[in-house]
């Protein structure tokens, strides 16, 4: 009976030592990790501009308010018109002012063509105009302006295009009588319906319940893609 008593205990012991030494490793290796992670934090931002800090994983995230463009506004101030951050686990370079968005955009254009990855670009494969970028976008965007240009594009005769549709634009808000209305619900379907009379030779009515859904999609794509331009 003593015997039997003996072992249980030793079971016993060895089940609690095990647990305690199976969660102080695991906690141990939680440390390592964060450890790791901020260490490489840190050290990737010594070559960077200066910006605001942010924390692992989550970034400037926490910091940017109900009012991201004002918090923003203010790292500006605070850290000049080109700064650093972590939006999440991506590195964003953020430019503002004149001056720097020609230096970079326009003098040193050819070294900021690149598109950071995204989603869309994975699913295009790197191909047509939207998500390509390098000497594949320059190729399609000479070939797409040409086009462009043998259906009006920059010609006089393409005016008389813009008025029709800005005719067709003043009828549909005339028809809010007077009332409050968001007018950005109306610009995207004048300057697609320009679009297509150039390249279809036809346009969409306003009320066109499969024109609402395509432009839906496009002012969904446009809005991913300018989201990325910011990370560089």
């Known amino acids: 009976m003593a015997i039997s008593d003996s072992t249980t205990q030793s079971s016993l012991l060895y089940a ?8 102080a490793a695991l906690l141990a290796l939680v ?17 960077l501009p200066p910006g605001p800090k942010g924390v692992p994983i989550l970034g400037i995230l926490p910091r940017l308010g109900k009012k991201p463009y004002l ?12 700064f650093s951050c972590y939006m999440g686990s991506r590195l964003v370079v953020v430019i503002n002012g ?30 047509g105009l939207v998500f390509t970028d390098g000497e594949v976008w320059r190729e399609h965007r000479r070939f ?5 240009r043998d259906f009006g594009m920059g010609k006089v005769s393409l005016e008389a295009k813009i008025h029709e549709e800005a005719s067709y634009l003043l009828t549909e808000v005339a028809t809010e009588n007077g009332r409050p209305f968001d007018l950005r619900s ?4 004048a300057v697609s319906n320009i679009i297509c009379s150039i390249i279809y030779g036809s346009r969409f009515e306003y009320n066109d319940e499969v024109f609402k859904v395509r432009l839906i999609i496009g002012v969904y794509i446009s809005r991913q893609w300018h989201s990325t331009r910011i990370a560089m």
């Open 186 to 189: 109306h610009l995207p379907k």
């Open 98 to 127: 004149v001056d720097a968005m020609k230096e970079c955009f326009i003098r040193q254009g050819d070294n900021f063509t690149g598109r950071p990855w995204n989603y869309f670009k994975k699913l295009t494969k790197n191909t």
């Open 16 to 23: 609690i030592f095990s647990r305690i030494n199976m969660t």
């Open 71 to 82: 918090t923003i506004q203010k790292w500006w101030s605070d850290y000049g018109d080109i």
């Open 144 to 148: 797409t302006l040409s086009c462009l």
């Open 31 to 47: 440390i390592f990790l964060v450890l790791v992670s901020l260490a490489t934090y840190y050290r990737r931002n010594r070559r």
